[in-house]
């Protein structure tokens, strides 16, 4: 099936109709030049500290050469990755891919239950984790194949005196590292000392060799890894940069890194992107403490910022954020769930610079529509398929739709993944056999080529950018001492955009709210966590006995126990 592609008419000045795959033969050859072309340049900042593109490419070197040298990894091996925004993340990933191994990005706010799986799931043999989550990892580490872990503290990269200090606070006063034993367990600094006398690792990678399994629900609750390759991701890259060279300048660029790196947006458009460009990385670690975010960007003329809707809203209307200096903000993107007309107006009043909105997937490395950057104000719009891109409407058939009627959106492009990991039939659930990816979202494209998001076609629930799938709350919940039935809907909230509520059928008359939410917070991530419980006697049902979440949807807003 050919698509006609009237954005390309619409395309910012000098942008290309396609990308150079070939340019770059994988993600360390992207690493190996920035690292050349800008050595004394910054690359990453943290809590006060910097750390250049030369520190970065002699950091990861050794963690590389520790990797393969020291404990003998091999190229496609599986490496876990559970921090937040710290400087020790990007050496710990540039190295393992310098190692020709494959990331796993996790969440370090998993419960033992998500991160249990997730380890065995991927086969990963080695993980680099905060100490703040040592705890978790070492409740499953015994049923799982790692075999080498890595413990890290935040102020182990901040110079002597600052990490002593920093570590101190978190540790000893605000008591935010729960108590952990794991055998055999090593410092970040100690993988470091061991891989300094190790040969950096000559891997030959190519377009097709795996450089990401990263994890999403795709159109089920079951967990998944989204096998990413590194042409995937040097694809997307390129794409970005691409659309991004006419307002922003190679080497001078400070780019705001709220959201956390694991996540597939903050990794392919302020990791990788602005690394690619010369740019600074200002990695947030704790965005949710928004009077402590502000403080961090007074005196950061930054550039440029990438958030989800509720992020920009938090900014907003915390006290001191309109008196920052935005003098050089000449982007901010918003992607990961849908930016609100209000947000976006209140943005561009405050700032000077337009909220541009953007659309992608996990299982397309994310990138596939972007607003042009220099729009004079929000339009509503998802944007404009990258280059190499191609974008359509289709019914439920398969047939392809005219501008302005709505549909399924379809991507298929370079940047698409090669699939779910150990999971065929998932994966042709999505990839047709023309190469197209059935995105699940319902759309409908404009005569210009613009693209409008019109409602999901899944139960799926975003909650701060983040999928919640109603099938794996429902599984988890349903296990809760009392439960006899359970059945989970999204509901609209101001602070994430949606909410998970969650409907119980009891079997103990006595079960009460406080006891599902304790239940909630010991086997699911925060984000996962019902707000709303709403105890009923029965639930809706089709004759077969499956429960009806569209009747529970109609009537879920209201009600709260």
């Known amino acids: 099936m050919s698509v006609d592609r009237p954005w390309l008419a619409h395309y910012p000045r000098g942008v290309a109709a396609e990308v150079d795959l070939s340019r770059y033969g994988s993600i360390v050859a992207v690493i190996d030049e920035s690292c050349a072309r800008f050595a004394d340049h910054p690359a990453f900042g943290n809590f006060g500290r910097q750390l250049s593109y030369a520190e970065i490419d002699r950091m990861s070197a050794r963690f590389a050469g520790y990797l393969a040298g020291t404990l003998g990894l091999r190229k496609g091996d599986r490496i876990a990755l559970m921090m937040p925004n710290v400087l020790q993340y990007p050496v710990a990933l540039f190295g393992a891919l310098r190692a020709g191994l494959v990331v796993v990005n996790t969440n370090p706010l998993y419960t033992a239950r998500e991160l249990e799986h997730q380890l065995n799931d991927s086969g990963a043999q080695v993980i680099v984790v905060l100490e703040n989550f040592a705890g978790v990892l070492q409740q499953v580490i015994g049923r799982t194949g790692v075999r080498h872990v890595v413990v890290t503290s935040l102020g182990e990269m901040l110079g002597a005196l600052k990490g002593a200090i920093v570590d101190l606070v978190v540790r000893r006063v605000r008591r935010m590292v729960p108590p952990w034993r794991i055998n055999g367990a090593i410092g970040f600094r100690e ?169 992608g997937l996990t299982e397309t490395s994310p990138a596939v529509c972007i607003n042009p950057l220099d729009l004079p104000a929000y339009n509503g719009s998802i944007g404009l398929p990258v280059p190499s891109t191609d974008v359509c409407i289709q019914d439920d058939a398969g047939r392809l739709l005219p501008p302005g009627e709505v549909g399924e959106l379809c991507v298929k492009g370079p940047q698409v993944m090669q699939g779910y990991w150990n999971r065929p039939d998932e994966t042709a659930k999505v990839i047709d056999a023309a190469g197209w990816l059935h995105t699940g979202d319902i759309a409908r494209m404009d005569a210009g080529g613009y693209f409008y998001i019109v409602d999901r076609k899944k139960d799926m629930i975003l909650v701060s950018g983040f999928n919640v799938y109603p ?91």
């Open 191 to 359: 993988a470091l000392q061991r891989g300094a006398g190790q040969p950096r690792p000559q891997v030959a990678l190519g377009h097709d060799d795996l450089a990401f399994l990263q994890y999403t629900g795709g159109t089920t609750g079951v967990a998944k890894g989204a096998m990413l390759s590194h042409g995937n991701m040097v694809a997307n890259m390129l794409q970005a940069s691409t659309w991004i060279q006419s307002l922003l300048h190679e080497g001078e660029e400070v780019i705001v890194t709220a959201l956390p790196l694991y996540h597939i947006f903050s990794l392919t458009a302020n990791c990788f992107t602005f690394f690619k460009t010369g740019g600074y990385n200002h990695l947030i670690t704790n965005p949710r403490d928004m009077p402590g975010f502000v403080k961090e960007l007074r005196g950061l003329r930054f550039s440029a910022i990438t958030g989800v809707n509720t992020l920009f809203n938090g900014l907003l209307n915390t006290p001191g954020f309109s008196e920052l200096d935005f003098s050089r903000l000449r982007m901010t993107l918003g992607g990961g769930m849908a930016v609100q007309r209000t947000v976006a107006e209140r943005w561009k009043r405050t700032t000077g610079c337009t909220l541009v909105e953007a659309y």
């Open 471 to 561: 099938n794996e709350v429902e599984d988890v919940m349903a296990a809760c001492p009392g439960v006899l039935e359970v059945a989970a809907i999204g509901i609209p909230d101001e602070k994430s955009g949606e909410a998970v509520k969650l409907f119980v059928v009891r079997k103990d008359p006595a079960l009460t709210v406080e006891q599902v939410m304790d239940y909630a917070r010991e086997n699911l991530t925060g984000y996962k966590r019902p707000h709303q419980i709403e105890f009923r006697d029965s639930l809706p049902k089709t004759n077969v006995g499956k429960i009806l979440r569209r009747e529970l949807r109609g009537t879920g807003i209201a009600g709260k126990a």
